[in-house]
């Protein structure tokens, strides 16, 4: 079982790559694969075209507040276990888990631990764990997965997005995850912004993370995305999704 989270600033596409990454996966034959959303703003069941009933956080939070009435004979650890079942969504290769924002004003130590023990119970069923999580790493920084074969940090080619890309890697390095390998992807702009940053001072777009690719602005991308449509729903010749493939045959 490998892991491979994603990060990056909001806006930048890093839920788009996600979602390439596990289609390039599911083509693979790389199966089955469990798919994280760990970032509050929680939309990479619109990539992958499947909806969530509920939250993991949302469960925990229920499991947490009837901790004083448990069945008889039936421990925290189980009766979430249990529930935790009721968040997962299946789908044809792929299972999606959304993990959702913490919230309560309480102390969440021990949901923290369990939920961090169902997940390592979780990850045994699959072959691939592809985790798209916010700017903070929230879930990341609370350990919910200890160790992450590969890291990829999504960035614009714009000074902001790449300075947010390189402390997106120094918040790896701070909470100290066990990530592998680390590098960074850029998602170009559209042709008329692209064109304006050839204007930037020399080095203005330099970063620290070893570059891994880039992939294209691809207008059916943003077409199919106004309509609704998932990954799986573009058009084999689509440019983006050719670039992004081509990224994860390096990997």
């Known amino acids: 079982m490998a892991t491979i989270a994603l990060a990056g600033k909001g806006g930048s596409g890093k839920t788009t790559i996600a979602s390439f990454v596990v289609d390039y996966l599911l083509r693979r034959g790389e199966r089955p694969i469990l798919a994280v959303d760990a970032d509050p703003n ?19 939070d229920e499991i947490m507040e009837k901790k004083e009435e448990l069945p008889a004979g039936m421990t925290k650890d189980r009766l979430l276990e249990f529930h935790l079942q009721d968040a997962l969504t299946e789908s044809e290769g792929f299972d999606l888990l959304v993990m959702g924002r913490t919230e309560g004003p309480g102390c969440y130590c021990r949901a923290n631990d369990l ?50 890309a390189e402390r997106i890697h120094e918040t790896a390095g701070k909470i100290k ?10 998602n170009e702009l559209p042709a008329t912004i692209n064109g304006s940053l050839a ?3 020399a080095g203005a777009t330099k970063t620290i993370l070893p570059l891994l690719g880039k992939v294209p602005y691809d ?14 729903d573009l058009p084999e010749n689509s440019i983006a999704r050719k670039a992004a493939f081509e990224i994860m045959e390096k990997l």
């Open 115 to 164: 939920l961090r023990n169902f997940m390592e119970k979780l990850k045994e069923n699959y072959q691939y764990v592809v985790m798209d999580n916010e700017a903070g790493m929230e879930h990341l920084s609370r350990r919910t997965t200890r160790d992450v074969d590969i890291l990829l940090i999504i960035a614009n080619p714009t000074p902001v997005s790449l300075r947010s």
């Open 199 to 201: 204007n930037l001072p």
């Open 42 to 60: 929680s939309n990479l069941n619109e990539g992958l075209g499947v909806k969530f009933p509920r939250t993991v956080i949302s469960v925990v």
């Open 219 to 232: 207008e059916e991308l943003l077409r199919n995305s106004i309509n609704g449509g998932s990954v799986f």
């Open 177 to 186: 995850l066990n990530v592998k390998k680390s590098y960074l992807i850029i």
